[in-house]
């Protein structure tokens, strides 16, 4: 068996930039595809890496921000048509509803809540809105074209996340691949999750965005990849972000000057650097990212770009 990452797109925030794709990341073990997140531009990155959509077995969202779920749609009705026979239906993995929706404040708050009978839906409630949406799609095509059973396409799954905040939760154990999630903490996107995925091969964990977070560094714990999103919040305070804004930014996002000392905590053997603030190439150059994302890390650091792939393998440091 083999196991490998593929980042499918790097940028953090949801302005499109050139150059990078939106977020998302796919793990293949003994021939499953996982993917991620699932930003902009998912479903062409996909196909650019060679994936296989009929091995495509489940998303996993880690908080429902559109920048890391936009492309849901597509990477999920693009491909229908070659999804027949035993791939059964795709999987998405996310947060539940937190319930209630957040409060504002002075400085950042609503004008209108939109649907304000589930303000906050679920993974499980984006999955059927999707396909309420998409109903025209899934209920016509079939008369024109032989589709696999529009019933078989998809089962959105909010992840239980019970006790308290920190206790990792096993999302998936089927002897081959295990997928644990814990709650991590960027702004009011809650709940927001870290995953880490153990097989045979090695261990891989996406941070997902967060701050600092010591329950994800537990869980990261002597990973050989630590998939982490990171920014630089100095060049945003540069570029003009200042006050409320820019501590809004400082509760949502771990700064590059952090990251390193997160990795260090974990003992993880690489870390692999995504999600961008800022997202543009042309802002910071991947030499500085990870050159300053480095200090106080002993180990590998990388620049992650769109198309980067790493074979997985135990972490023996
Ligand atoms: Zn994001």
């Excluded at 070659?82 to 539940?96: A, E, K, L, N």
């Excluded at 239980?160 to 939760?169: E, F, H, I, S, Y």
Aim: hydrophobic share 40%; aromatic share 6%.
């Amino acid at each position: 068996m083999t196991t490998e990452l593929v980042l499918l797109g790097t940028a953090g925030a949801p302005l499109p930039v050139a150059g990078r794709g939106g977020i998302s990341a796919a793990l293949v073990t003994g021939g499953r595809v996982f993917v991620i997140d699932c930003g902009r531009g998912t479903p062409s990155a996909f196909a650019d890496a060679g994936l296989d959509f009929r091995r495509l077995e489940a998303v996993f969202l880690t908080h429902l921000h559109a920048d890391h779920t936009g492309d849901l749609p597509g990477l999920l009705l693009y491909p229908w048509g070659v999804r027949t026979g035993r791939s059964g239906p795709v999987r998405v993995y996310g947060p539940p509803s937190p319930g209630t929706v957040p409060t504002g404040d002075a400085d950042f708050h609503r004008v209108t809540t939109i649907h304000p009978e589930r303000p906050v839906p679920g993974t499980a409630d984006l999955v059927q809105a999707i396909l309420a949406g998409y109903a025209y799609h899934l209920n016509v095509m079939p008369l024109d074209a032989a589709m696999p059973d529009a019933g078989e396409l998809v089962r959105g799954i909010d992840i239980d996340l019970p006790g308290t905040a920190g206790d990792p939760v096993v999302v998936l154990d089927d002897g081959a691949v295990r997928v644990t999630a814990v709650t991590v903490t960027h702004g009011h996107a809650v709940p927001a999750l870290a995953y880490r995925f153990d097989t045979a091969d090695g261990s891989v964990v996406f941070s997902g965005d967060t701050t600092v977070n010591d329950d994800l560094i537990a869980l990261a714990q002597g990973a050989g990849l630590l998939v982490h999103h990171v920014a630089d919040l100095g060049y945003l305070e540069r570029h003009g972000l200042t006050g409320a804004a820019l501590a809004r930014q400082a509760g949502l996002h771990t700064d590059v000057t952090q990251v390193g000392g997160v990795a260090e905590r974990a003992r993880v053997r690489e870390l692999i650097l995504t999600h961008y603030l800022p997202a543009d190439p042309r802002a910071v150059t991947e030499q500085e990212w990870a050159e300053r994302a480095g200090r106080g890390f002993d180990g590998i650091v990388t620049a992650g770009r769109d198309g980067l792939r790493r074979t997985v393998t135990p972490n023996t440091s």
